[in-house]
Nanobody, 125 residues
């Protein structure tokens, strides 16, 4: 079973930046598409960004495009989410997840194979 561990969350003021990391204990990490999701209390989980495994492509939700950047280091089995210009509405628990390598855009929860435990991001006004 693939295990994913997120880190890098915390409290930041609006306009600030954070970088999240997701480390995978899997030698075939490069074969997966990796994605970031977030969920605020009382709301459904929301897709944020994807780094495809099959091709070197990325995709972003409209709400974060231009502010967030997803990247991956296959040698370290790690995917990152650089978050700039943070807004209070970005406050949520952020999760990373794996999916089939062909997926390069929005990935629904039903197609995620493995989930991390999440890391809390809180953005104050």
């Amino acid at each position: 079973q693939v295990q994913l561990v997120e880190s890098g969350g915390g409290l930041v003021q609006a306009g600030g930046s954070l970088r999240l990391s997701c480390a995978a204990s899997e030698h075939t990490f490069s074969m997966y598409s990796m994605a970031w999701f977030r969920q605020a209390p009382g709301k459904a989980r929301e897709w944020v960004a994807t780094a495809a495994g099959l091709e070197n492509t990325t995709a972003y939700a409209i709400s974060v495009k231009g502010r967030f950047t997803i990247s991956r280091d296959n040698a370290k089995n790690t995917v990152y989410l650089q978050m700039n210009s943070l807004k209070p509405e970005d406050t949520a628990v952020y999760y990373c997840g794996t999916s089939a390598p062909a997926y390069s855009g929005r990935i629904p929860d039903s197609l995620v194979s493995y989930w991390g435990q999440g890391t809390q991001v809180t953005v104050s006004s």
